[in-house]
């Protein structure tokens, strides 16, 4: 409590307690470049202490501060949030060089207060219509514009494909970059146009970006594909296979695989069915993987499955094995979000969906109004 103390009143604390070790954390397997490893610094327990008080009270606050466009580290705001958004609708890298460390209890409020300035920057582009983004809605008076979306360090701008626009969004992200001494991957940022882009290679050449092409992926989850697709569930289905692909080499017993599909299989496909509504061709491939790996294990000859799957999905107290109805949570994940847009403060997300669908009441919206997307 002394040094708590004597840091609040004086501001100050000494050399020695803000030291740090940065260890270095490989992002694949045979890293050798030094961009393939994440820095964690390791801070001593005085500075912890400190920040974490700090950040503790930070956390109380940090709402009210940041854009409504921001949804990282901010409580009531989700990483499906942003997803949402952008899939309503139809891209840049950003790092810190210096002045806040990752492992840091308050680098995240930090680092979305220095993000903060690139969102008004943004927004004041916006007003000044030297960049616009995505409009959802007809009516004017409730109509939204999205010209960006930031999740920590991932970003993703909209605008059309117009050399000015691009121009002033180069000149927007270098002027930030000078004033907040954040620096700029362009090797990880990337420019996908919607629909056909003639001079998409001239637009990526002012940015000094790649050219990438839709569907691809924001924040984990696929952007710009079709919802009904089984093609955005390969992920999922190759996680299922690659986890049984470990476990098949070991001999399990019944309950040990038992205890893994209901642990770590069920989990899996849960942060995509938070926000999309799985198709049954899926659930049945998915359940599959699960009622052989229960009953086979790891040999590759045919077994007899004793008990039929609807049982095995029962609850432990009426005589089932209690592994998850994967289509009820699906739809349980979904209705999460008619909780949220019934109870939860005004934000980004409620203004889109309020504005593609149109107001019934405070629990639900009126059926799709219009449809939307970037550019003309």
């Not at 740090?20 to 801070?43: C, D, N, R, T, V």
């Not at 139809?90 to 810190?96: E, L, M, Y």
């Not at 996908?192 to 050449?205: K, M, Q, T």
């Amino acid at each position: 409590m002394a040094t708590l103390n004597y840091f609040h009143q004086h501001c100050y604390i000494e050399r020695s307690c803000n030291a740090s070790f940065i260890a270095l954390i490989p992002k694949k397997k045979g890293s050798i470049e030094l961009m393939e490893y994440i820095p964690i610094s390791l801070i001593g327990s005085v500075y912890k202490i400190v920040a974490k008080v700090l950040a503790e009270r930070l956390k109380k606050v940090i709402g009210k501060l940041v854009s409504s466009h921001q949804n990282a580290f901010i409580k009531h705001r989700h990483i499906t949030d942003a997803a949402l958004i952008a899939n309503k609708g139809r891209d840049g890298f950003f790092s810190p060089q210096k002045g806040i460390r990752q492992g840091d209890p308050l680098f995240p409020f930090l680092f979305i207060l220095a993000m903060e300035g690139l969102s008004k920057m943004m927004e004041k582009d916006r007003q000044m219509q030297w960049i616009q983004g995505f409009s959802v809605g007809t009516n004017t008076e409730n109509s939204v514009t999205i010209s960006h979306l930031l999740y920590a360090h991932d970003t993703l701008i909209f605008c059309e494909a117009n050399i000015f626009q691009i121009l002033y969004l180069n000149l927007t992200l270098q002027l930030f970059e000078a004033l907040s001494g954040l620096y700029i991957n362009k090797q990880k940022s990337i420019i996908y146009p919607v629909n056909h882009v003639s001079n998409i290679e001239e637009l990526a050449g002012i940015i000094g970006c790649s050219i990438g092409s839709l569907p691809t992926t924001y924040l984990g989850l696929p952007l710009g594909s079709k919802f009904k697709s089984y093609d955005i569930w390969n992920g999922v289905v190759e996680n299922f296979e690659k986890r049984l692909t470990s476990w098949q080499q070991q001999y399990l017993s019944m309950g040990g695989r038992l205890t893994l599909i209901s642990s770590v299989l069920d989990n899996i496909p849960t942060y995509f069915m938070s926000l999309f509504s799985i198709p049954k061709k899926v659930l049945k491939w998915l359940d599959k993987i699960k009622r052989d790996f229960l009953w086979e294990g790891n040999n590759s000859s045919h077994k007899y499955h004793l008990i039929k799957w609807d049982k095995v999905l029962q609850p432990k107290c009426k005589g089932g094995l209690g592994v998850r109805y994967l289509d009820k949570h699906n739809k349980g994940l979904l209705m999460k979000w008619l909780w949220r847009n019934g109870t939860c403060k005004p934000s980004l997300w409620k203004e889109v969906i309020n504005a593609k669908h149109g107001i019934k009441d405070n629990w639900s919206t009126k059926i799709v109004g219009a449809s939307h997307g970037v550019g003309p």
